[in-house]
């Protein structure tokens, strides 16, 4: 069974940082793509930021380049997600995804985490 658990949220000023961290278990995390996304209240979930298993191949959506950094450890099953200069804009709630396929995706995930929340104060 396939378990996707993120941490790290919380409340934070604008312009400061946090980093979000995935543990995953019930996969072979090593071969899966790693991806992030999120989802501000009223809005659909969009893409934040990728990274696939083939490589450490990355992407990250127009909105958080040079803000947000992803990346993995896969001795310790984990993704992270290193957000910094955070805006207001940030605020929403965030979750983890994988997918066996190679490449960086932006969609086609298979399995999600629970989500955990980042709010972000002028």
């Known amino acids: 069974q396939v378990q996707l658990v993120e941490s790290g949220g919380g409340l934070v000023q604008a312009g400061g940082s946090l980093r979000l961290s995935c543990a995953a278990s019930?996969?072979?995390?090593?071969?899966?793509?790693m991806g992030w996304f999120r989802q501000a209240p009223g809005k659909e979930r969009e893409f934040v930021a990728g990274?696939?298993?083939?490589?450490?191949?990355?992407d990250a959506a127009d909105s958080v380049k040079g803000r947000f950094t992803i990346s993995r450890d896969n001795a310790k099953n984990t993704v992270y997600l290193q957000m910094n200069s955070l805006k207001p804009e940030d605020t929403a709630v965030y979750y983890c995804?994988?997918?066996?396929?190679?490449?960086?995706?932006?969609?086609?995930?298979?399995?999600w985490g629970q989500g955990t929340q980042v709010t972000v104060s002028s």
């Open positions: 995804a994988a997918s066996p396929r190679a490449g960086v995706l932006r969609n086609e995930y298979d399995y």
């Open positions: 019930g996969l072979t995390f090593r071969k899966y793509t």
């Open positions: 990274i696939s298993w083939i490589g450490g191949t990355t």
